[in-house]
């Protein structure tokens, strides 16, 4: 009993450590993904800003031609994923990466865009969806805190986009309607809900407010 219950201890120890691990391992992507992300937005906006030189009109012509690229559906690839952008939730001291797709490996490092939703800040349903108390992060860990008024900011190298919050409910997981495309601009925000227990889906939604 004493080897199967010290066999036991060492199990749970290492799922615990593997736990940790993989969290700080997540959160160590985040910082350079996020921080190559603004290093771009950063470089474009100095280049907007200058003029009359031969070296930067060559940058004016490069950043002209990442913008397009992004405005074309043509995302940033860092880290191996497709960035559309950063996500910033001030209620709940949220920045996340914002990627191109909900598979799992896309889910790993970042929040996923739910492909054939509208990009952000254009006319249409902006779909996104997060992992809540997951084995590899807890981006939407405290989405449930929202409030209807508050503000959902999205950083683009189009721009930052700012949405306020109108409405917040649970669903079945096969009520996909939520997902539906929208006249005007809006953002949906998807996660699993109660945590653990993940029987339902949480949503956020919100209007374009700029």
Known sequence: MRILGTILAFAGLS??????????DTLSTQQRIIQQFEDVIKKTDEV???VNSKTIDDEANNNDNIKQQHA????L?????????IMEIPKIDLKVVV????????????VGHFENTAMPGKIGNFAVAGHRSYTYNEFFNRLDEMEIGDEIRVKTIEGEFV?????????????????????EATITLITC??????THRLIVKGKLKN
């Open 193 to 198: 809900t109660p945590i653990r227990v993940a």
């Open 77 to 85: 690839k860092i880290e191996e994923i497709n960035v559309i952008g």
């Open 48 to 50: 907007d800003n200058e």
């Open 72 to 75: 074309d559906g043509g995302l």
């Open 163 to 183: 949405y306020e919050v109108t409405d917040i409910f649970v669903v079945e997981p096969h009520e996909v309607w939520v997902l539906d495309p929208t006249p």
């Open 15 to 24: 799922i615990i450590i593997y736990g940790i691990y993989i969290r700080h």
């Open 99 to 110: 990627a191109e797709g909900t598979d799992k490996q896309t889910l790993k490092k970042a």
